[in-house]
């Protein structure tokens, strides 16, 4: 809550216990948006945890804006990934790794989506969202490198990222849609020691990151 409080979301009104409102009185009063006083119950009541003991706010979300990488900048794309833990996974990797943009297909989980919120530990303070047509997006792109993580294609430790780009990553069971394949300038792989057939594409994510971040 506190990252929120910072961040450049605009809370309406802040339900906090008398305890919590004491240690955070003077980011409170900084930011200038009511309080009410409240006890534990009636945040277990409100909210949609079944642990919720210190405060619940009502914000405004942030508009869907057009986002698009930068010189030197890396943008995280994720194709139909529908899991929200796995979307709150890959928004926290993604602030670990500095990665501040990510670009989603419409039916990938919506950013505020409680799981989602959880999962990313605060990170969706940080990292900016966009929702759109992906055939669309990635078309308009081609200037710019598209990596694309797949289960046959170049050894993801062999690969020598260029500075910036998009990184694209599919659904949970399909992998990335057929209709993006011919974007994808770049079809990489995190190569396979063992038995599992797939990853998590929260893990997936995690090491392509850690990878590019390499240089």
């Known amino acids: 809550m506190l990252e929120l409080m910072q961040s450049g979301f605009r809370i309406r009104v802040l339900f ?10 003077r980011l409170a009063n900084a930011q200038g ?3 009410e006083i409240v006890t534990q119950e009636e945040l277990e ?3 949609v945890f079944r642990t919720n003991n210190a405060c619940l706010a009502i914000a405004d979300i942030c508009a869907n804006e057009a986002l698009f990488a930068e010189e030197n ?4 794309v994720l194709d139909e990934v529908k899991d929200p833990g796995n979307v709150g996974t890959i928004i926290r990797v993604a602030d670990w790794y500095g990665i501040r943009k ?22 969706f303070t940080r990292v900016r969202l ?3 047509d992906l055939k669309e997006y ?19 430790h062999h690969t020598r990222f260029e500075p910036g780009g998009y990184i694209v990553m599919g659904n949970e069971s399909h992998g990335i849609g057929e209709d993006l394949q011919s974007l994808i300038s770049h079809k990489i792989t995190i190569p396979r ?3 599992a057939e797939s990853l998590n594409v929260g893990i997936a994510t995690a090491i392509i990151c850690d990878n590019l971040r390499k240089g």
Not at 16 to 25: G, M, N, V
Not at 73 to 76: D, G, K
Not at 103 to 115: G, H
């Open 193 to 195: 020691f063992g038995g």
């Open 102 to 123: 990510m670009v989603c297909s419409t039916d990938t989980a919506d950013l505020y989506n409680p799981k989602v919120i959880t999962a990313s530990m605060g990170s």
């Open 45 to 47: 009541a409100a909210g």
């Open 130 to 132: 966009y929702y759109c």
């Open 73 to 76: 900048e890396y943008v995280l």
């Open 33 to 35: 948006f009511p309080i």
């Open 16 to 25: 906090a216990t008398q305890e919590f409102y004491q240690s955070s009185i």
């Open 138 to 156: 990635l078309s308009g792109q081609a200037d710019r490198p598209v990596y694309g993580a797949f289960l046959h294609g170049e050894n993801l």
